[in-house]
């Protein structure tokens, strides 16, 4: 009886450790599922396994705007979808294909600038689970 309980009580917390670890398998990022389940009309990125978001017009966000350089040349936008399901590294829900992606210029992560065809610049920050 006793060796049927150690076989049961083994059991069981092996499949919590199984449970616990699917639900961690994103590494504790926002996915594109996260983003969307939320707000079906949001303006994202996906760039190096993040979420960015599009925070340009936030008002807290407007004093930051006058520090923030454009640095190298990161990559483009390859694919719009606003699918959680096809939303992979440098996809985009607003931006057009072939937009390109600036990091920061000063080593700072966690912003990405875009360059429209209208010459407007447009901020995107990276969503962090909290």
Known sequence: MEVIINK????????????LASCSADGGKVTAGDV???NEDADVLKYN????NNVTDLEWFEEMKSNIQKGKEIGEIKKVTTSSLFFTEFSATKLPKRTILYDTGDGK???IIVETEDEETLYYMQL???
């Open 36 to 38: 969307l389940k939320r």
């Open 8 to 19: 049961t009580l083994v059991f069981i917390v092996f499949v919590s450790l199984i449970l």
């Open 128 to 130: 962090l689970e909290g």
């Open 109 to 111: 992560t966690g912003i």
């Open 49 to 52: 396994g993040f979420m960015y």
